[in-house]
């Protein structure tokens, strides 16, 4: 007897386990009425060609789908990605005369971690099969995860990262009369020698001298920081036990200010325009660092002036590296969050989510807008190249292969979320690329003023110069900690 009841307890157990394992695998579910549907609203910063392509697909599931389910998606453009997140973050305090929060809004981490630190975001794990998660880059939900592993609070819907764009037009003259080849771009030196020889061989087409154009310029200067350190083995901002810390190794650094700033202040390097691509549009430059999300706004021709201009090919290469470095490249684009409300809800906001990030669809908004679709399915050269077969715009195709070419052939890497992220982020942004700009503005008004070109770039191309700046940036940044 004895014997028979430890049999019958173990088998018990075995299948109390096995139950368990069947559990796990299983997705939570929610029974909606699609005579009466649930009705889901949706922030998003979309604009242009990237808007009408996610209102076609959402007005696409309304009539397909989301019928058949009892979900029907209702989306509202709140502007440009930071006033989404100001009306996002007024929303979630409560602040006066702020609309209600909707189900599912656009961010970035650091807006997500704002909200989800108020208690508004739900925790999409459970209703997603392991599987089905299985199907996202690592990367992609691993970044939407936030500060614990487990749970899913960002729903990846569409990534980008960077490409360097080229003006081939300009630069197939420049290559041959110099033999400038596009490996000399692999790395972030490389690029550097590249912009020395460019203003060089500019400058001698004139008989003004010093008169070189700039050859490259980059947008997003946080990046460069943060990939830029990365790939020096350091992570800029971490999390420790919930906080957050400054990692402003001043080595890494100083290799950071050396192939930017000094090259920047002896005119190898501009920035002018609102964004790199402007500059390339006006002369400015013929090679800028910039999102693959935006080769829908690269510049068909160059305006010399008024009455004159050319037409012109730009092409997307990877973006250089620190040579002899790690291979990072960074992971950008907002994800979806879905925020706490009912179950039907929050279940109809995630079937609404899988839907439009199912592969071939994913590669519809892609298709428009340059993103890169989500799923491990869909970021294959072979799987663009389908997908991308009958694409119009030569920019997008060539961009989008480029970025997926990125994502296969490097880590990819973006800050953790943290409290002060967007502050954090904001320093970096601004605080080498407006001493450079400012400290070249002095060199061309001393070139002016009689100095030579050499004895006004070594006035500011100092040790001291970089120490000063070191020590005011450092001071900024550890004010965020915490």
Same mark, same amino acid.
Request: hydrophobic fraction near 35%; include cysteine; aromatic fraction near 12%.
């Given at each position: ?277 402007? =500059?390339? #549009?006006?002369?400015?430059?013929? +090679? ?8 829908? !706004?690269? /510049? &068909? @021709? ?92 030569? =920019?997008? #195709?060539?961009?989008?292969?480029? +970025? ?8 990819? !890497?973006? /800050? &953790? @979320? ?65």
């Amino acid at each position: 007897m004895k014997k028979l009841l430890v049999c019958m307890l173990t088998c018990f157990m075995a299948v109390s386990l096995l139950a368990g394992c069947g559990k796990k695998e299983e997705a939570k579910t929610v029974e909606l009425d699609k005579d009466n549907p649930t009705v889901i609203s949706v922030w998003h910063y979309y604009n242009g060609a990237q808007q009408e392509a996610f209102e076609s697909l959402v007005s696409q599931f309304n009539n397909s789908d989301g019928k058949d389910e009892g979900i029907y998606v209702e989306t509202y453009a709140q502007g440009n990605v930071y006033d989404l997140e100001k009306t996002v973050l007024n929303s979630a305090n409560k602040k006066a005369g702020a609309s209600e929060m909707p189900n599912i809004f656009a961010a970035y981490a650091d807006t997500a971690y704002q909200v989800n630190k108020l208690g508004l975001v739900a925790d999409l794990n459970e209703y997603l099969t392991k599987a089905e998660i299985g199907e996202y880059v690592d990367n992609y939900i691993e970044e939407g995860e936030l500060s614990k592993a487990g749970e899913l609070k960002i729903f990846p819907v569409a990534k980008a990262t960077e490409v360097l764009a080229v003006n081939q037009t300009d630069w197939e003259k420049f290559s041959k009369a110099t033999g400038a080849k596009t490996s000399d771009l692999s790395t972030i030196e490389g690029l550097v020698k590249t912009a020395e020889k460019y203003y060089k061989w500019t400058d001698k087409a004139t008989k003004t001298p010093n008169d070189g154009k700039a050859f490259y310029g980059r947008d997003a200067m946080a990046n460069y920081f943060f990939v830029g350190a990365k790939q020096q083995g350091v992570d800029l901002l971490t999390i420790e036990k919930g906080k957050c810390k400054i990692n402003f190794d001043k080595k890494v650094v100083r290799k950071l200010w050396d192939n930017y700033y000094t090259p920047y202040i002896k005119g190898y390097f501009t920035a002018s325009g609102r964004y790199r691509s402007d =500059d390339m #549009k006006m002369g400015s430059l013929i +090679a800028f660092t910039g999102s693959s999300s935006g080769a829908a !706004y690269y /510049p &068909k @021709a160059v305006t010399v002036n008024d009455k004159k201009s050319y037409p012109i090919k730009v092409r997307s290469y990877e973006v250089p590296k620190f040579a002899d470095e790690e291979d990072y490249a960074v992971q950008q684009g907002a994800g979806m969050v879905v925020t706490k409300s009912s179950d039907k809800e929050i279940y109809a906001s995630v079937q609404f989510l899988k839907w439009f990030t199912e592969a071939k669809r994913n590669f519809e908004f892609a298709a428009t807008s340059s993103y890169l679709p989500v799923k491990k399915e869909a970021n294959t050269e072979k799987a663009v190249e389908k997908a991308m077969k009958d694409e119009k715009n030569e =920019d997008i #195709k060539d961009t989008v292969m480029t +970025a997926v070419k990125t994502v296969n052939n490097n880590k990819m !890497y973006t /800050p &953790k @979320a943290a409290k002060n992220g967007s502050q954090i982020r904001n320093i970096l942004e601004t605080c080498l690329s407006d001493k450079a700009d400012q400290d070249r503005k002095a060199v061309e008004k001393a070139i002016k003023g009689g100095m030579s070109y050499e004895a006004a770039v070594k006035k500011y191309n100092t040790d001291q110069n970089f120490e000063q700046w070191y020590e005011k940036t450092l001071k900024e940044l550890k004010t965020l900690e915490g």
